[in-house]
Every structure is written in C-alpha cells, then in structure tokens.
C-alpha cells in the first residue's frame, strides 16, 4: 500500500510570490491535515480536509488555504510569500476520526 | 489554549537501557494519543498510539496512558543507536484530523 506522496519535495521562492504544494493521501483515506514545522514554532497545524471540506482550522494568516478534490488529494496554498513561511511543510493522512494520522516525506520550502 | 508539553531534553542513555520519555497535556477532553519518531531531516513516523488508559506493548516500545493525571508516557527497552531521534507527543482533543503536538525530546542513545 502506498505512502503519503507530498510534491515537490524542495522549493524555492522569493518574497512576494506564491506556492502551491501537493499531497496524495493513502489511498482510501478521506482525512488530510496540514502541518508547518519550523526549528522555532515546531509542529503547527494548518487545516484538515474531509471529503472536500475543510473540517478545522489552525491559527494561520488567510495567506494560507488549501483544498481537496474528490478523489481526496489535496494542495495548500500561499499567497504573497514571507521570509518566515521557510518551513517544513508535512501532510497527513487518516483513515478513520481521531485514529492513527500518517505523514508523508514534506516539502522543503524556502522564501528568498 | 490546549497544549501539550514534553521534557525538552536532549535526553542521553547508554545502549540497552531503558529510555523514558513523559508528556503532558491540558485538556481533560482529550481521547487519542500518539507517539512520534523524527529522524533528523526527516518526517515524523508514527510508532505507538493509545486511547484508553493503562499500557499498550508493541515490541520494545511501551506506551502510557493516564488521563486522570493528564499524563503520557513512551518507555523505550532495550534502547539501540538506531532509536536516536526526537519523539514527539501529539494528542488529538476532538476526534478530527487536529493533532497538537508537543515541542519533542531529543533522544541520544550512546554505544
């Protein structure tokens, strides 16, 4: 059975532009959560999807926001990028509420 | 604000002890429980979980669970040069996809 697959794995940016980043759940998993992880602040919850709804929301600028697609990948976004969005960007998927959560590799972002 | 806490660390034991890492958390709420291992560079693996209280074995891992105290615990035996990482403690409070995970405890177990 497949992973979590997150893409790209590095990026690169400047200030100002946008991202978006890519996860594939395990397949048959509804659930995918967010997460920014920096040296700092570590593990921070950005938001969970649920058959294409967002189901809850962390404590982030509306710069960041997501989606999911009926076949349950989903992409997170972010607009106007800040030199502090340099982060690990981990996804997760969870077959059931409240039950095991499962992380794919990440995306390595860095804001130039 | 619900939080979780751990030993900041780095914790240090010497191969084939037994390693203890403790984590609390705030809100009496809470109902599923987890273990994390994050190798340097990488991304967090999933190692126990637990939801009721008492202990739950798997391997040499022993998690465990006391939620009149508020208290999770991992008990690692037989500690390898392999289990070096940080673990990280997330506790999920309302049985969605948020988990709120603790600052982790770096773990270094000596040859």
């Known amino acids: 059975k497949a992973g979590v697959t997150q893409t790209p794995r590095y990026l690169i940016k400047t200030r100002g532009q946008q991202v978006t980043l890519s996860c594939s759940p395990i397949?048959?998993?509804?659930?995918v959560s967010w997460y920014q992880q920096t040296p700092g602040q570590g593990l921070q919850f950005l938001f969970e999807?649920?058959?294409?709804?967002?189901?809850n929301k962390g404590n982030f600028p509306g710069r960041f926001s997501g989606r999911q697609f009926s076949n349950s990948r989903s992409e997170m976004n972010v607009s106007t990028l800040e030199l502090g969005d340099s982060a690990l960007y981990l996804c997760?998927?969870?077959?059931?509420?409240?039950?095991?959560?499962?992380f794919g590799q990440g995306t390595r972002l860095t804001v130039v | 604000q619900k939080e979780v806490e751990q030993n900041s660390g780095p914790l240090s034991v010497p191969e084939g002890a037994i390693a203890s890492l403790n984590c609390t958390y705030s809100?009496?709420?809470?109902?599923?429980f987890f273990w994390y291992r994050q190798y340097s560079g990488k991304s967090p693996e999933l190692i126990m979980s637990?939801?009721?209280?008492g202990d739950k074995e798997d391997g040499r891992f022993t998690a465990q669970l006391n939620k009149a105290s508020q208290y999770v615990s991992l008990l690692i035996r037989d500690s390898q040069p392999s289990d070096s990482a940080t673990y990280l403690c997330?506790?999920?409070?309302?049985?969605?996809?948020?988990?709120?995970f603790g600052q982790g405890t770096e773990l270094s177990v000596k040859p």
């Open positions: 397949s048959g998993h509804r659930s």
């Open positions: 637990i939801y009721s209280n």
């Open positions: 997330a506790v999920n409070y309302n049985q969605g996809g948020k988990l709120i």
């Open positions: 999807y649920f058959s294409e709804t967002q189901r």
């Open positions: 997760a998927s969870s077959g059931q509420q409240g039950r095991e959560a499962f």
């Open positions: 809100d009496r709420g809470s109902q599923s």
